[in-house]
């Protein structure tokens, strides 16, 4: 009898081994996700601050918490993940006409996270991934009785088949959920919702594309009907509304132009546009494209306009920086630090264009490096490049205990533990003893035991 079950019993480990290579699909396709590239373009994340300041405050979220996150991808899509992170692609900021447009996607996903339900759908797939399996192994267990290979397969297929439907409708009516939050904080915020119904009215033609050709955003904030019935009786609704700040309007056609000329050079250095944003997006586009005099010369021209505008000086440094004009790169860059003190992106840059412009023994220079970077650090505390730019300067002050610190806070960063733990160890050797340095060391070794036990 044992014989006669074990070839059977084999079969069935090779149905569980094809169901493990389909959740090794899902992982694969989770860090293939992971590995989105992103951008840090710090005016453009003070816009998306400024623009849901108001919806975070009637969702009940402090501002300063939730992060927005760019990711460099052509696709329309926004989400929300790992907490009160808020991530855009770069698609569908260009995709939005006006700010109306963007301020309803803001909206949306602030409603996904004030209502929880980046909590909600974990347990919910948790569940449902339970009872697929349950349906699956039950049906194994069925076909097995009945020696039938035919019926086990049918048995997995309605087990993802269950799990498929059961999450779409899980999907479904959070987004739903997520589209009456939205709508009560822009009506309580007096912010108009016309934009956000317009936004939806694009998307909605795309429903009868086949999947492949729909955006991101289709797919993964599945659109009905009752939706867009919804929100038109809300904007017609709508009573009061006051008028988006002039400010914004500019703002938002900058940050688009900005990324137009980042991302698409080639077409954007022969828009004629003559107002400011046109003209900033053409200036990223020259300077893209290697036109470097071309470029200065129309950033000149705009900082003559806006002589405070901290963007336009901080082009300028990084121009002149990459292009090996590093000296005169520091000039902009510390203009752009004093009219935009709480970027840690720009004091860090200004510290690289101190360092690489002054000579080893220029102690003044490093030590005003190191300022700059350790108050970048406030802000941007997981920045690796920065750990590794103090390393380099305290390495050149002849601090060695602080450049193996920070040389051990970027491998920490970056996940590469060994190397950590070595640096460590040269570090507190350098340290006085239970000095604030050394006992950061002492940190980041406990800070790696409890992830690697996590991992364990």
């Given at each position: 009898?044992?014989?006669?079950?074990?070839?059977?019993?084999?079969?069935?480990?090779?149905?569980?081994?094809?169901?493990?290579?389909?959740?090794?699909?899902?992982?694969?396709?989770?860090?293939?996700?992971?590995?989105?590239?992103?951008?840090?373009?710090?005016?453009?994340?003070?816009?998306?601050?400024?623009?849901?300041?108001?919806?975070?405050?009637?969702?009940?979220?402090?501002?300063?918490?939730?992060?927005?996150?760019?990711?460099?991808?052509?696709?329309?899509?926004?989400?929300?993940?790992g907490g009160q992170n808020m991530f855009f692609h770069t698609g569908l900021l260009l995709e939005t006409s006006d700010i109306a447009e963007l301020l309803g996607v803001?909206?949306?996903?602030?409603?996904?996270?004030?209502?929880?339900?980046?909590?909600?759908?974990?347990?919910?797939?948790?569940?449902?991934?339970?009872?697929?399996?349950?349906?699956?192994?039950?049906?194994?267990?069925?076909?097995?009785?009945?020696?039938?290979?035919?019926?086990?397969?049918?048995?997995?297929?309605?087990?993802?088949?269950?799990?498929?439907?059961?999450?779409?409708?899980?999907?479904?009516?959070?987004?739903?959920?997520?589209?009456?939050?939205?709508?009560?904080?822009?009506?309580?915020?007096?912010?108009?919702?016309?934009?956000?119904?317009?936004?939806?009215?694009?998307?909605?033609?795309?429903?009868?594309?086949?999947?492949?050709?729909?955006?991101?955003?289709?797919?993964?904030?599945?659109?009905?009907?009752?939706?867009?019935?919804?929100?038109?009786?809300?904007?017609?609704?709508?009573?009061?509304?006051?008028?988006?700040?002039?400010?914004?309007?500019?703002?938002?056609?900058?940050?688009?132009?900005?990324?137009?000329?980042?991302?698409?050079?080639?077409?954007?250095?022969?828009?004629?546009?003559?107002?400011?944003?046109?003209?900033?997006?053409?200036?990223?586009?020259?300077?893209?494209?290697?036109?470097?005099?071309?470029?200065?010369?129309?950033?000149?021209?705009?900082?003559?306009?806006?002589?405070?505008?901290?963007?336009?000086?901080?082009?300028?440094?990084?121009?002149?920086?990459?292009?090996?004009?590093?000296?005169?790169?520091?000039?902009?860059?510390?203009?752009?630090?004093?009219?935009?003190?709480?970027?840690?992106?720009?004091?860090?840059?200004?510290?690289?264009?101190?360092?690489?412009?002054?000579?080893?023994?220029?102690?003044?220079?490093?030590?005003?490096?190191?300022?700059?970077?350790?108050?970048?650090?406030?802000?941007?505390?997981?920045?690796?490049?920065?750990?590794?730019?103090?390393?380099?300067?305290?390495?050149?002050?002849?601090?060695?205990?602080?450049?193996?610190?920070?040389?051990?806070?970027?491998?920490?960063?970056?996940?590469?533990?060994?190397?950590?733990?070595?640096?460590?160890?040269?570090?507190?050797?350098?340290?006085?003893?239970?000095?604030?340095?050394?006992?950061?060391?002492?940190?980041?070794?406990?800070?790696?035991?409890?992830?690697?036990?996590?991992?364990?």
């Amino acid at each position: 009898m044992t014989q006669k079950f074990l070839p059977r019993l084999s079969r069935f480990a090779r149905r569980l081994a094809v169901l493990g290579l389909f959740l090794c699909l899902l992982l694969s396709t989770a860090a293939a996700q992971a590995d989105m590239r992103f951008i840090r373009d710090q005016e453009t994340e003070d816009a998306l601050h400024l623009f849901a300041r108001p919806i975070f405050q009637q969702a009940g979220l402090t501002p300063s918490s939730v992060r927005f996150i760019l990711v460099e991808d052509d696709t329309l899509n926004a989400f929300v993940a790992g907490g009160q992170n808020m991530f855009f692609h770069t698609g569908l900021l260009l995709e939005t006409s006006d700010i109306a447009e963007l301020l309803g996607v803001i909206a949306h996903e602030t409603g996904h996270i004030a209502s929880g339900h980046l909590f909600r759908t974990q347990t919910a797939m948790d569940d449902i991934s339970m009872q697929s399996m349950l349906i699956s192994i039950l049906g194994l267990a069925a076909a097995i009785g009945a020696r039938s290979g035919d019926a086990a397969g049918a048995a997995m297929t309605a087990g993802s088949t269950f799990a498929q439907r059961s999450f779409l409708k899980h999907s479904r009516v959070q987004e739903s959920a997520a589209d009456q939050a939205g709508v009560r904080y822009l009506k309580d915020a007096h912010l108009p919702l016309d934009g956000f119904l317009s936004f939806m009215g694009k998307l909605s033609a795309q429903e009868l594309l086949p999947e492949s050709q729909q955006s991101e955003y289709v797919r993964t904030h599945p659109l009905t009907r009752d939706r867009i019935d919804f929100l038109q009786t809300a904007v017609n609704q709508q009573r009061r509304k006051d008028p988006v700040p002039p400010e914004w309007i500019e703002t938002h056609k900058r940050i688009r132009a900005k990324l137009f000329g980042y991302l698409f050079p080639e077409r954007a250095v022969n828009d004629k546009g003559t107002d400011i944003a046109s003209r900033y997006g053409r200036t990223i586009a020259l300077y893209r494209r290697g036109r470097t005099a071309e470029a200065l010369a129309e950033t000149d021209r705009l900082i003559a306009l806006e002589k405070n505008n901290p963007w336009f000086h901080e082009l300028k440094g990084q121009i002149l920086f990459e292009n090996g004009q590093v000296a005169e790169s520091v000039a902009p860059y510390k203009t752009a630090v004093t009219h935009a003190p709480h970027s840690g992106m720009i004091r860090a840059a200004y510290a690289h264009a101190l360092m690489e412009s002054s000579r080893n023994d220029d102690k003044a220079a490093l030590q005003e490096a190191v300022s700059q970077l350790k108050t970048s650090l406030r802000t941007e505390p997981y920045q690796a490049r920065t750990h590794r730019l103090l390393a380099t300067a305290y390495g050149r002050l002849g601090q060695d205990g602080m450049s193996h610190l920070h040389l051990a806070e970027e491998a920490f960063i970056r996940g590469n533990y060994a190397f950590a733990r070595r640096e460590i160890i040269l570090a507190q050797k350098s340290l006085p003893k239970n000095s604030p340095a050394w006992l950061r060391a002492d940190d980041i070794q406990a800070e790696i035991r409890k992830k690697e036990q996590k991992k364990n």
